[in-house]
């Protein structure tokens, strides 16, 4: 119930009551949130290394200091065969594990997530609109965090995407947004003209740079990256 703050010999003695009792699994709760990834490694090992192979055990992580995902990744780390998770970290007081961001820290870090992760966001975010849960600001369900405006950045993703994403969406089942208005700058204007094989002289990324900017003011909201590049497109080859 609360083995992270528990001693290790008394859960070693327990988790042999299970085995010798013929029990098959045994949960190991961080029930307050209480644990650091350090204490989780050190109560995972030490019974893991008492009945690993003859009881699967779990980690069990609560997120009232906000390290439920970083815990859970460590019992696995450690030795751990499963993790307790819920979508979005759905739970009593500050909530459990979520499940997103376990599977995608897990998948980045190489360990085997037996999961379609593929389906991993669509899957979350429909049973999120289900409990009608807001989880915009959320990691790797949000939409923001794949959503890139700002100048630099977008000139930058334009090369390579990996510049400012720490994983692939599509990996995962979502999808990248790259926007262009007021704050795209010539790097981000020069992108586009080169994807679309235009000469980006200087004269041309200043006006498709303008044509952008009167374009997003119109509408007023940023344009997506196919739009931009048919504004800027159609403004230099006229």
Do not use: W
Request: charged share 30%.
């Amino acid at each position: 119930m609360d083995a992270v703050r528990a001693d290790n010999d008394h859960l070693r003695a327990e988790a042999r009551v299970v085995r010798d009792a013929g029990g098959r699994h045994v949960t190991l709760a961080d029930t307050t949130g209480a644990g650091d990834p350090e204490a989780v490694r050190e109560t995972v090992a030490a019974v893991t290394d008492e009945v690993g192979g003859e009881l699967a055990v779990t980690i069990h992580t609560h997120d009232d200091m906000g390290v439920a995902t970083a815990n859970a990744v460590a019992g696995v780390e450690a030795g751990a065969d499963s993790v307790d998770a819920t979508v979005g970290g759905v739970g009593e007081r500050a909530g459990n594990a979520p499940l997103e961001e376990v599977a995608v820290l897990g998948s980045e870090h190489g360990d085997d997530v037996a999961l379609e992760l593929t389906e991993l966001v669509p899957a979350c975010r429909e049973i999120l609109d289900a409990l009608d849960v807001d989880y915009e600001g959320k990691p790797v369900l949000g939409r923001e965090g794949y959503r890139h405006e700002s100048g630099l950045h977008t000139a930058a993703m334009l090369r390579e995407p990996s510049t400012y994403e720490p994983f692939d969406p599509e990996r995962y089942g979502a999808q990248r947004e790259l926007l262009f208005g007021r704050g795209t700058g010539r790097g981000g204007v020069r992108a586009l003209l080169d994807a679309a094989g235009l000469e980006a002289t200087d004269e041309q990324v200043a006006i498709g740079r303008e044509a952008l900017r009167d374009a997003a003011a119109e509408r007023g909201e940023p344009l997506s990256r196919e739009a931009a590049a048919e504004v800027v497109a159609e403004a230099v080859e006229s």
